[in-house]
């Protein structure tokens, strides 16, 4: 199953929203739900992806084109663990730890937003090329 490029930067743009509040208020519990929406997005169930496709998509028509789900899904789990590891600072008093993983994962979810580049997609085919044929 592909999925649509528009429905990857409205998630970010929607992410971004997000992390830049938990940046601004330190709000441990929405870094956690935002950590919830990753591992939802690494399973194919995002609720910001369902949101676009039931209630934006239709309004927007068909897309140009469709992409591997792979990539994206991949950089839905490099997000959680910036978010886990976010959680974990705050949690540990540790608040440089906590904005740092989120500054960063709000710069990722940002540039997808913004520009349409996904920095965890990149990852995902920077391993797929270095990765010999026998071990895919």
């Known amino acids: 199953m592909q999925v649509d490029p528009r429905s ?10 997000v992390l ?3 940046l601004t208020t330190g709000n441990v519990w ?3 739900a935002q950590g919830v929406v990753f591992a939802l997005g ?3 169930a995002s609720p910001y992806g369902l949101f676009f496709r039931r209630l934006v998509r239709p309004r927007l028509g068909p897309p140009a084109e469709l992409e ?6 991949f950089a839905q789990g490099v997000g959680l ?6 959680v974990a600072g705050f949690a540990a ?26 920095l965890g ?10 990765m010999p044929a026998a071990t895919r």
Do not use: H, S
Not at 81 to 86: D, E, I, N, Q
Not at 95 to 102: D, E, H, I, N
């Open 8 to 17: 990857t930067r409205f998630t970010a743009a929607v992410t971004t929203v």
């Open 20 to 22: 830049a509040l938990v």
């Open 30 to 32: 929405l870094l956690l």
């Open 42 to 44: 690494l399973a194919g």
């Open 68 to 73: 591997d789900p792979a990539p994206p899904r």
């Open 81 to 86: 663990v910036f978010a886990l590891v976010g």
């Open 93 to 118: 008093q540790i608040p440089a730890l906590g904005l740092g993983a989120t500054a960063a994962a709000l710069l990722a979810a940002f540039l997808n937003a913004a520009f349409g580049f996904c």
């Open 121 to 130: 997609c990149e990852m995902y085919l920077i391993i797929r090329r270095l």
